[in-house]
């Protein structure tokens, strides 16, 4: 029924067949459907991105109606607070800091027996990952980050003896300060 290839395009489509003069929540909510039914789940914008998109398309917005169902549907996620800003892998000491607060909260998961909590903990980790290689201290980060991931309980004793190893002081001897 749909003809467009691309999930931007197939939004602009179900807004264009959905012939209304403004946008607000219930068209947000059309769309929103439609990209579920033909591309599933993951695949669903926030309804401020949708809303952009339109806007940029020349759709006039219904701003109170679209802020409201992004508030509602922002409170309806358990994790946003847990999870804001919470991994940054910019520098070893943003990286090793992030893993340091990840492993809190991943404990604070497994001790509230919250299985889907820990699960997007490591899902953040693995699209971290996927971003770093790009350089040899990024190629370190990611190996520390999957070191973490296999081992979270030994992550400690092995970040010590790795950022001490002859290997780790040779390849950035400028962070041989234990601290950075």
Same mark, same amino acid.
């Given at each position: ?19 209304? /003069? &403004? ?8 769309? /929103?459907?439609?990209? =579920? ?7 669903? !914008? &926030? ?6 998109? $339109? %806007? ?19 409170? %309806? ?27 809190? $909260?991943?404990?604070?998961?497994? &001790? ?6 820990? =699960? ?17 201290? /990024? %190629?370190?980060?990611? !190996?520390? $980050? ?9 992550? !400690? ?16 001897? !400028? ?6």
């Amino acid at each position: 029924m749909w003809e467009s290839k691309t999930k931007h395009d197939l939004m602009i489509e179900v807004w264009e067949k959905l012939d209304c /003069e &403004s946008i607000g929540s219930a068209e947000i909510e059309a769309i /929103e459907q439609v990209v =579920r039914d033909v591309l599933g789940d993951v695949a669903v !914008e &926030s309804p401020m991105k949708i809303a952009r998109l $339109l %806007a940029d398309e020349g759709a006039e917005l219904r701003h109170s109606e679209i802020m409201e169902l992004h508030v509602l549907r922002y409170e %309806a996620k358990p994790y946003t607070a847990e999870f804001r800003n919470i991994l940054k892998v910019g520098s070893f000491r943003q990286t090793l800091t992030s893993i340091r607060n990840l492993n809190n $909260l991943r404990k604070k998961f497994l &001790s509230e027996g919250d299985k889907n909590g820990i =699960r997007l903990i490591r899902e953040r980790v693995i699209e971290a990952k996927k971003k770093l290689n790009r350089t040899p201290e /990024e %190629a370190e980060m990611a !190996e520390w $980050l999957n070191v973490w991931l296999l081992t979270p309980d030994a992550f !400690e004793t092995w970040i010590s003896l790795r950022r001490r190893s002859g290997d780790f002081k040779t390849r950035f001897p !400028e962070r041989n300060d234990p601290s950075t």
